[in-house]
């Protein structure tokens, strides 16, 4: 009769073997590696996680119950797992690699861990570390051939496969046990020099750099000074460790400056350069719901004693030129922080020009990459408001409300918005039913005042993430009051009506009898999904439903419309 350390050993080893017999039975191991010459094995890392009767070996781990408390104690002690039951189950990875560690199945460098639930609680083990120094060495001789041909050397966009490779590989400690910072701060720079005339593939690129020095950061930066814990967020909390202290070259701190197109230049960087680097990332070009981690990694690195943390987070990054991000003139001045995404405007003198002068600093920091989910912090004396309701009365809103008085300034206030008009940004200073896409409130008063910016509030509807925002309802029952509803009007109310919410009402069915407007609203639909088309008429008739009622009763061309709206609507 077998056991149950018996049974558990028999289910732990065939979860391995079948694991690895699955991956063996793979027919595009070549074809994966290819590639890239970036790529020397698909896998590296597996991870066994013992539960009795459901026990699994995978490649993938997301970590969702590391940290948890298990609720059914193991029958095994730390003791045996670590000194029987571990040993044996590396014989068995041992085995099946000794036979495929020259294979592109298996990378570099390979780990096998483990998750136990035990007598004293969970245990997590790393049970073996495998480094295939041939591969290793090829690899390195890849990664500087590629560094100095595709980037040092080269002119061409680069591809995104390789750098989610390179990002990673010039972080590894295995690679590069000695971190030449400033070598690999430069190649991502390259990186992004490279790719920069292709927006959306620069941001891919951006993405790969960004996570691989924020993994850095996390995982192995600032584990050395801080004690970590993950909150009940997921997210990071971090104790000083006691005596932690952080070496710096003051030289090369007094050192940093930036080139003339505002790229840090770090001559002999050290570590915490590349935390920095990570933070400005963030900070630029991520989401705005990821900004915190960049302020994060600043204050960290304040803690630790960097005079250089300590000057970004009162005067910047230094991603900018001195001139670039303070203005003082006699009408205006504006300073700009972008670890803050913060811009203060003193008007000193209330006339078009202060504000020309302010519209034109603004517009000029978000060409540069300034963060487009900033907010101004505004002295004034001024206290104009767009005559909508529901928006919040922030310096931001009032700063726009009060250059909106200028017709002067209608062009540039346009060129600002369609600047900052950016899908899953939002202005800083607003929250929940109140939060707004960087552009609302210039696009939002040029609209109601001007038909020849129709066309810019149509874009920026466009643009507006309709799940996270709910302040375009707002402007569009400003929009009617003030515009009306008619043929100029149409097009723009239909694009706006297409990311209204269901809370929405207009009363402008007697507007409708136009049978002009009434063929323009009908123009403006053909060619919606039937899905959208009901959403545009929904806040004017509410259920299609009553559209039918309209028509039975109409006349003619009328008629004609009504059931082309029906039609248009899949009824």
Known sequence: MSTLYDQAMEEMITTIHEWFDEQEKRDDLESVVKRTTLQMGIFNDIVLDYR???????????GLDDGLKSKQAGAFTEEQV????GPKLVEVVQGRLDKLANTPLIDYRFTFRGKFPTTEGRLQLMLLECINEEKRQLLLERIHSYADKKLEHGTYPTKRLESFFLTSHLLDPKLFPELDVAWTIRQYDRIQELNHGRPDALAEHRGEI????????????????????????????????????LQLN??????????????????GAQPIDLLLYAAVMILRFEPSYSKSKGVTFLELAKQLGCPRAERMMTEGSGTYAKEDIHVKTEEVECKANDVFALMTIHIRKEEASAYQ???????????????????????????QYLPIKGLAKSDTHRFFANALEYPELYPLLEEYAREAIQEFEFYEDTEGEKSCMPGSYATFGLGLVDERYFPLVEYYMGEVDDEHQLIQ???????????????????????????????????????????????????????????????????????????????????????????????????
Do not use: C
């Open 52 to 62: 009795p009767g459901r026990t699994t070996v995978d490649s993938l781990d997301l």
């Open 357 to 383: 002068q302010a519209l034109t600093f603004i517009t000029h920091l978000l060409k540069q990459g300034f963060p487009k989910s900033y907010k101004i912090k505004l002295k004034s004396s001024v206290k």
């Open 473 to 571: 309802d707002k402007f569009i029952a400003g929009f009617v009051e003030k515009q009306g509803v008619t043929s100029q009007s149409v097009p723009a109310l239909v694009a706006s009506l297409r990311r209204a919410t269901d809370s929405l009402k207009l009363k402008i069915q007697p507007e409708l009898e136009n049978e002009e407007i009434l063929e323009q609203l009908v123009r403006q639909i053909q060619g919606l999904e039937h899905y959208e088309v009901e959403r545009v008429l929904f806040p004017i008739f509410g259920k299609v439903e009553k559209i039918s009622t309209l028509a039975r009763k109409a006349e003619g061309r009328r008629k004609e419309l009504l059931l082309e709206l029906l039609q248009a609507a899949g009824k």
């Open 82 to 85: 670590r000194n029987e039951i």
């Open 250 to 267: 003051i030289e090369t701190q007094a050192g940093q400056h930036s080139d003339e197109h505002g790229k840090q230049q770090t001559p």
């Open 210 to 245: 960004t996570r691989a020095v924020t993994g850095w950061a996390e995982n192995q930066f600032l584990p050395q000074y801080y004690d970590v814990q993950s909150s009940a967020y997921r997210t990071n909390e971090y104790s000083l460790k006691p005596e932690a202290t």
